[in-house]
Structure formats: C-alpha cells, structure tokens
C-alpha cells in the first residue's frame, strides 16, 4: 500500500476538526430545542426539512463544487452552516427553525459530499481504499470527542452557549485547508448533465441503480432512528446530557476503530463477504433494540450496530465510486446524497408521529429492520459486477 500524500494527509486534518465541532452540534442541538419544550413531532418535522434541504442543496452545492472548485466551496458551507447555527440558537421560534434548518441541511451535508469527491481526486488504486478508511474513521473518531465534549459542554456551559462556540469553530475550521490547491474546475457540470444517465454504459448503470437503491433503502431504515439517538436515550432512560454524549460515543469509537482497520480487513476476508456478513448481522441487533430496555445492554448492542454498519462504509463506498467514471464522482455523490436525505426527510417525518405512541421505540426498530433487509438484499446485487470487474481486486487484492 502506498504512501499517503501531503494533499490527503491534509484533508483528514481538516476533516477531523471539522467533524468534531459537527458532531457536538448533533448532540446538543436537538436536546436544546427539547429543553426549550419542542415535541419530538416537531423536533422531527425540523430534521425533516433539514434532510429535505440536505437532498436539494446538496446536488446544487455538488455542481457548484465542480464549476468553481471544491476547496472555495467548502469554506462557504462552513461559513453559511456556522451562521445559521448561530441564529438558529439566538432566535430559537418555529418558523425561524423550520426555513433555516432547510437552508441549514444543504450546508450541513456539503463538506462530506465535496471532501469525500476531492479524496477521489487526489487518490489513485493504490491509496484510494486506505484514505476511504482513514477518512472515515477520522469522522467516527472526531465523533467520539465531539459527542463526549459536547454533552459536558452543554451540561456544564449551558445548551445555547455550547453551540455558539460551535457555531464560531466550526465556521473558521477551512483555514486548515489554506495550503492545499484548489481542485480542479469543470464548469461545464450543470443539472441536466448531472441527471444525464445516457453517458454511462450498462454496467455502470446497473451499479449506479443498486447503489442508489441500497442507499435509500438504508437510509430509510437508520432515519427512524439514528439522527434521534439523544432523545432516544432521554426518553427511555432519561439521561442527562453528559451520559448520552458518552453513550454515542462509546458507538462512534467502535466505528472509528473498525473503519480504520476496514483496508485490511477488507483485503484479508475479501471485500464482499466482509461488508455483506457485517451488514447482516446488523439485522437481528436492530430487532433487538426494540424490546431491550435495560440502559446498559441498549447502550452495548447499539453500539455494536452503529460499529458494523459504519465501519464497512469505507470498502462499499471505494469500490462503488472506483467501477464508475472518475469525472462524474461528485454528480454520482450528489444523487446518493439526494437519494439518502429525501428517505432521511421522510423518515424523520414518521419518527415524530410513531415515537409518541405506545411502544413507538418498538415500532420504529421494527420498522426498520424491514429496510435494512431491502438494502442487504440490494448490496448483494450491487457486488455482482464488482466482482467480475476487477475493481475488487485491484483496490484490496481479493475478490471474494
């Protein structure tokens, strides 16, 4: 495996920082609008229009991100996104929360979208699946301290101060990328082009369907759920700030760790059997969070299912973009990212109506189970021609 360059080492910098101050705002975001008496409807309708936001702006911000470079688009999302977060907490009433949080999705989403797309740039084979897997365990990683620092952060300094200071960091984090070049532009990428699909050829159809599909399919599932952790926890058990933050992340360190390690483990099991068997077991311990309502083995099997599902994030996600045309990776991202935050928006939706029911929690992991069934099935067909290609074996030496 080759060396990583001063380009990639530079991006994970900025990916760390910028990942922490994000996972900070997730955490305290939503239980500052519970401790300003929102409901979970409305809490859910709010992340609705920000997935909403995410799914629209995201392919706008994507195309931008070609026609005038992602670097200088970046460093916009971080400005707007730190804005917004800073009036969102200064004048916290529903209309204000509901147009913003749209506005607020697109520039939330963007920096992974455009960071994921430049690390497609700057990586050959040889690198590729080892900077997926760092850049992806940095994210898990930054995570873990931003849950655990957020939820003393809020406890301590108080919900709104907290994300203020986030607001103000996060905004700044792009000066870490002031020695990186810009990419390059091509400002021949407009809408029409990006939803083009008479460039690609038959294969690269098929996989383009089947990831799309998996991607709904799971995202459906893990929003009922996953961008509602911190209430979950206070709901069922009624934890304080501080001990959420540190249940995620006590999720988000088996994440990080496994991510890391998913270039190797990728190559020693073979790519598709390790994604597959991982994301199979994922299953029965969704079901499971249905039922258990002890915090400490709702806290373990949580985590075990945000470790297996994310740490193989980085093997799916390099082989897919490699088996497609390298100049369309940011408008094949765009669509993924509409196609996750569309089913996101929805899901949201259903988890502000479902949850207030009796035995709502229940339901919902039910209910989702369901989906991630769909979208192993989905990833099964999606590995098809992947392990005909040879992508497999020229990323990870294996095309089991």
């Excluded at 939330?108 to 740039?121: A, C, E, G, K």
């Excluded at 050829?201 to 369907?209: A, G, T, V």
């Excluded at 765009?334 to 207030?356: C, D, E, K, Q, W």
Aim: include cysteine; charged fraction near 15%.
């Amino acid at each position: 495996m080759s060396k990583l360059t001063q380009k990639v080492i530079n991006l994970l910098i900025f990916s760390s920082i910028s990942s922490s101050f994000w996972a900070i705002y997730k955490v305290v975001f939503n239980l500052f609008l519970r401790d300003l008496g929102y409901t979970n409807q409305f809490i859910g309708r709010m992340t609705s229009f920000e997935m909403l936001g995410a799914a629209i702006l995201g392919i706008l911000i994507g195309i931008l991100g070609d026609r005038i470079g992602k670097k200088k688009m970046i460093i916009i999302s971080s400005l707007s996104f730190g804005i917004l977060l800073l009036i969102r907490s200064t004048f916290p009433y529903k209309n204000i929360l509901l147009v913003l949080g749209f506005l607020n999705g697109g520039f939330m989403t963007s920096r992974r979208l455009l960071l994921d797309s430049y690390l497609m740039d700057v990586t050959d084979s040889s690198t590729r699946g080892a900077a997926f897997g760092y850049n992806f365990a940095i994210f898990m990683a930054s995570g873990v301290l931003g849950n655990f620092i957020g939820g003393f952060m809020g406890e301590y300094l108080g919900l709104r101060l907290t994300l203020y200071i986030t607001g103000v960091c996060y905004a700044i984090s792009p000066i870490l990328l002031r020695k990186l070049p810009e990419s390059v532009r091509d400002k021949r990428v407009t809408l029409k082009k990006v939803l083009d699909f008479s460039q690609y050829n038959k294969e690269e159809k098929y996989i383009l369907k089947y990831y799309l599909l998996r991607t709904a399919a799971i995202s459906f599932g893990a929003g009922l759920f996953v961008n509602f952790g911190n209430i979950i926890y206070k709901d069922l058990f009624n934890m304080s700030p501080s001990l959420i933050g540190i249940s995620l992340s006590i999720a988000q360190f088996g994440a990080a760790a496994g991510s890391a390690g998913s270039p190797l483990l990728g190559k020693k099991f073979g790519p598709f059997k390790y994604t597959f068997i991982l994301n199979g077991i994922v299953i029965p311990l969704i079901i499971s969070l249905g039922f258990i309502r002890n915090p400490f083995i709702f806290i373990g099997i949580y985590a075990l299912r945000f470790t297996f599902t994310n740490m193989t994030n980085p093997v799916e996600t390099s082989s897919v973009l490699s088996a497609l045309p390298k100049n369309r990776v940011t408008s094949i991202y765009s669509l993924r990212n509409a196609a996750n935050f569309l089913t996101r928006s929805l899901a949201a939706f259903i988890f502000g109506i479902v949850s207030v029911l009796p035995s709502g929690y229940t339901f919902l992991f039910l209910i989702s189970s369901v989906f991630y069934m769909l979208a192993l099935i989905f990833m099964y067909k999606l590995f098809v021609p992947l392990r005909k290609n040879g992508v497999l074996h020229q990323l990870y030496s294996n095309n089991s």
